[in-house]
C-alpha cells in the first residue's frame, strides 16, 4: 500500500512539473519569441533540457552514478529547481499585469485618417469605415449597373491602379490617398453616382484623357486596362503601416502589418502582444535570478554566528556560561565540499566553544566520495570535545560507514548513548531514518538509567522526537533538520511536519531549540532561511 500512495504522490508531482513547465514555455518562449526563429528553437531546447538535468540531479545519487557524473549535473539541476521556483511564483503575481496591460491595449488599431478628409470628423456608425473621409455620392447603383458601367467607361480615362470601373459604375466610394496638399479629383462616373478617384503618385504616362488636365505628381487619374474588373491600391499613411484599398471601395491595414491574433504591430515591426509579453517575461526572470543568485552568495559565504542563551533550572552554577556550537545540516555533496567544511571548522573554532555538537546530516554520500570533504572536521577545537548523532541522510548514504569515519577524524558518535559530563548529562540518539534498519531512536538507553537531578541535554536530528524527551526529564533538545524551510515559502510546508521549523520554544519543562543548519540540501540556495552556527549559552538559575 505504502508503494502506491508513493507512486500515485510521485506520478502527481510530476504532471505537475510538466503543467508548469509547459506554461512557462508559452509565455516565456511561444509568446516572447517569433516563429521559427533561434531564440525559439533555444528557448524549446531548454524547455525539454532543464527539467531533465534536474530529474537527473536528484537520482543520480541514489541510483549509484559516478561522483564525477553527480557533480555535473548537480549544479545545473538544482539551480534550476531553485529558479523553477521563484520563477513560477513571479509568473503567477505578473499574470495578472500581464492581463491588465493587454486589456488596456487596444485590439485593432486605429483607422487611418485619409488627406482631405476632416481630423476631427465624428465617425458615422452608420457609414462604413471604408467611406468615411471619401466625398459623398448617390446612394449604390444594383448590381444590375455594374456592366453597363465597365461597358461605359472610356479606355483612356482610368484611375491608374486606384479603383475599377465598376465601382465608379457603382457609386460606390473609394478612398483617395495622395501626396501633402493634393485634392482628390472628381469625375462624373459611367453610371449614376460621382466617386472621387484614388490617386497616384506616378507621372502620368500618356494614359491621360483627352481634354483633361494632366496632374502630374499630385492626382493625376487614370483608367485600369479595358476587360479589367479589379484594380487595388495601396498607399502608405504611416511609417510601418499601409492602407489597402479594394475593387468594392473596403480599405483596411494590409496582412503584414497583422501579429498575435490582431494586436497592431508598432513602428519597429513588434506587436503589442509579443511587447507586453517581453516586457513582463523579463521581469519575472530577474526578479527570479536575482532572489536565486543573492540565496546561493548566502550559502557560499558560509553560515554566519547565532548565539542564543538557554537558562535551565537544573543547572549548577558553576555551569553557567557554558557554551555548545551546534552545527547541523551540513550536507557535504557534489555542490558543498571540502572549502565548505572548511570554512565551518574555522567559524566554530573563532566561538571558542566549550563543546561542539554536530546534530546529523553531515553528508549526502559515501565515504569513498565525500571523505577528502570531511577530513577538515580533524581541526575542530573544543575544552569537552566534539559530538556527532546521525539524520536521516546518513541512512541513505549508509549510516554505520560514517559512524566509523567521524570517529577517526576525532568525534565522538553518540548512537542512543549518554556521556556524564562534570556538570550536566550530554546525550544522544539516532536519527528515526533509522529504523528502516532496526537502528531507530532509544530513549531508555540514552536516558533511561540517569539520574534526573542533574541536567540533561540532548542530541537528536529531528524536532519531531520532542515528546519523548519531555517523557525523559530532558532540560534541552538540540536538534535541526528542517533548514527553516530553506526556500521560502517552504518555511509553511516544514511548520506541517514539524513542531518547531527554527529558534527556541518551550515544551513542558523541556526546551527545544531547532538550528537552521550550515548548510543547505539541493540547490545550494537558502532565501528567508539563512544559513547559522548557533552557539548556545547555557544559564544557571543560581547565577
Known amino acids: 500500500m505504502t508503494v502506491v500512495i508513493f507512486a500515485v504522490v510521485a ?172 485634392e482628390p479629383q472628381v469625375r462624373e462616373g459611367a453610371g449614376r453616382g460621382t466617386a472621387p478617384q484614388a490617386p497616384t503618385d506616378t507621372p502620368g504616362d500618356g494614359d491621360v484623357e483627352a481634354g483633361e488636365p494632366a496632374q502630374r505628381g499630385t492626382g493625376e487619374t487614370a483608367a485600369p486596362a479595358p476587360g479589367s474588373a479589379v484594380a487595388t491600391t495601396t498607399a502608405a499613411v504611416a511609417p510601418g503601416l499601409t492602407v489597402a484599398s479594394g475593387a468594392d471601395g473596403s480599405t483596411g491595414l494590409t496582412g503584414a502589418d497583422w501579429a498575435d491574433g490582431g494586436d497592431a504591430r508598432g513602428v519597429d515591426g513588434m506587436s503589442r502582444r509579443r511587447f507586453v509579453a517581453r516586457v513582463v517575461g523579463g521581469a519575472a526572470v530577474a526578479a527570479a535570478a536575482g532572489t536565486v543568485g543573492y540565496g546561493t552568495y548566502g550559502v557560499l559565504r558560509g553560515p554566519r554566528v547565532k548565539r542564543v542563551t538557554v537558562p535551565l533550572a537544573k543547572l549548577p552554577r558553576a555551569a553557567h556560561g557554558f557554551r555548545i556550537a551546534v552545527v547541523s545540516d551540513v550536507h557535504l555533496g557534489p555542490i558543498l565540499g571540502r572549502a565548505h567544511t572548511a570554512r565551518i571548522v574555522d567559524t566554530v573554532n573563532r566561538t571558542q566553544p566549550d563543546l561542539i555538537a554536530i546534530v546529523g546530516d553531515l553528508v549526502d554520500g559515501n565515504v569513498h566520495d565525500l571523505g577528502p570533504a570531511a577530513e577538515p572536521l580533524r581541526g575542530l577545537r573544543a575544552r569537552h570535545g566534539s559530538y556527532f548523532v546521525t539524520g536521516n541522510h546518513e541512512y541513505f548514504s549508509g549510516a554505520q560507514q560514517w559512524i566509523d569515519h567521524v570517529r577517526e577524524l576525532g568525534l565522538t558518535p553518540l548512537e542512543n548513548a549518554r556521556r556524564p559530563l562534570p556538570l550536566f548529562d550530554l546525550a544522544g540518539v539516532n536519527d528515526v531514518q533509522g529504523e528502516s534498519e532496526g537502528h531507530g531512536p532509544d530513549f531508555e538507553a540514552a536516558l533511561g538509567d540517569r539520574d534526573r537531578s542533574r541536567a540533561a541535554v540532548l542530541l537528536a536530528h529531528q524536532p519531531i522526537v520532542i515528546h519523548d524527551a519531555v517523557r525523559h526529564g530532558v532540560d534541552l533538545q538540540l536538534s535541526g533538520h528542517t533548514h527553516g524551510g530553506q526556500l521560502w515559502p517552504g518555511n509553511y510546508l516544514a511548520e506541517l511536519a514539524n513542531p518547531t521549523v527554527a529558534g527556541l520554544e518551550r515544551y513542558g519543562d523541556t526546551q527545544l531549540y531547532v538550528s537552521r543548519g550550515a548548510g543547505a540540501w539541493g540547490p545550494p540556495v537558502r532565501v528567508g532561511a539563512p544559513s547559522d552556527i548557533t552557539v548556545v549559552e547555557l544559564a544557571s538559575h543560581q547565577a
Open 11 to 182: 506520478l502527481a508531482v510530476l504532471g505537475l512539473l510538466v503543467l508548469v513547465h509547459r506554461w512557462l514555455w508559452i509565455r516565456l518562449v511561444r509568446d516572447t519569441t517569433r516563429p521559427g526563429g533561434a531564440w525559439r528553437r533555444a528557448g524549446t531546447v531548454l524547455a525539454f533540457a532543464l527539467p531533465a538535468l534536474a530529474v537527473a540531479a536528484l537520482t543520480a545519487g541514489r541510483a549509484g552514478a559516478p561522483f564525477w557524473l553527480q557533480r555535473a549535473v548537480s549544479w545545473p539541476g538544482f539551480m534550476w529547481l531553485a529558479v523553477l521556483l521563484y520563477l513560477t511564483l513571479a509568473m503567477l503575481v505578473a499574470e495578472p499585469a500581464r492581463a491588465l496591460l493587454l486589456r488596456r491595449s487596444p485590439r485593432q488599431p486605429p483607422e487611418p485618417a485619409l488627406p482631405g478628409a476632416p481630423a476631427d470628423a465624428p465617425a458615422d456608425p452608420a457609414v462604413p469605415a471604408a467611406s468615411r473621409g471619401a466625398t459623398p455620392g448617390p446612394a449604390p447603383q444594383s448590381p444590375a449597373g455594374l456592366d453597363s458601367a465597365a461597358a461605359a467607361a472610356p479606355a483612356g480615362a482610368g484611375l491608374s491602379g486606384a479603383a475599377s470601373a465598376a465601382s465608379a459604375g457603382s457609386g460606390a466610394t473609394a478612398p483617395a490617398v495622395a501626396g501633402a496638399g493634393a
